[in-house]
């Protein structure tokens, strides 16, 4: 199915943990059989339903759903310092292991993102969660993104962040 990746045995399902070169490689090879591509971008620290129920949607929208994780040093310039709770090696581990996604990705720094998304070019580009995610991702999207490239916003779950719910646990030990 996939050229050469990472794979972590998980039960009867092996997780598909692509390096950047490799998920544009991949997507050719999609792309020549017809293949529609969703990516979501997105930093996938402590996993909530929306975050759920946000792979679900982007799945519905084309064949193959590519998740790319960003990096740790994005997650702090985002969310502040202490954050993300966990590394992106560990965070894409367990974005792979969700039924909705196809490959999950690391995104290294901002240019090389942005690189990145340039040639990966996936057919659907999913925006999700609040607004400073939308800055996110049209930051990685970039301002020469291939035309073609559709972006499609899927709203937040009311209730439902990595924020709250770290001020959740922050109550429960106060």
Not at 119 to 137: H, N, Y
């Given at each position: ?151 499609v916003h899927i709203p937040p779950e009311p209730g439902h962040s990595t924020s709250r719910l770290i001020e959740r646990i922050k109550q429960l030990r106060a």
């Amino acid at each position: 199915m996939f050229a050469t990746f990472r794979v972590i045995a998980n039960g009867s399902r092996a997780l598909a943990l692509l390096s950047q070169s490799e998920v544009i490689l991949q997507r050719r090879a999609w792309k020549r059989n017809g293949k529609r591509v969703v990516c979501v971008v997105g930093v996938f620290d402590l996993l909530h339903p929306g975050h759920i129920r946000l792979l679900e949607q982007a799945r519905a929208q084309g064949d193959i759903l590519v998740v790319a994780v960003q990096s740790d040093a994005h997650a702090r310039g985002k969310n502040g310092a202490g954050r993300p709770i966990m590394p992106a090696a560990e965070r894409a581990e367990i974005i792979a292991a969700f039924e909705a996604v196809d490959v999950a990705v690391e995104l290294g720094e901002e240019v090389v993102a942005t690189k990145f998304m340039e040639e990966f070019a996936p057919d659907i580009l999913v925006e999700g969660s609040s607004a400073s995610a939308a800055k996110s991702v049209a930051n990685v999207k970039g301002p020469a993104s291939p035309p073609g490239v559709v972006l499609v916003h899927i709203p937040p779950e009311p209730g439902h962040s990595t924020s709250r719910l770290i001020e959740r646990i922050k109550q429960l030990r106060a």
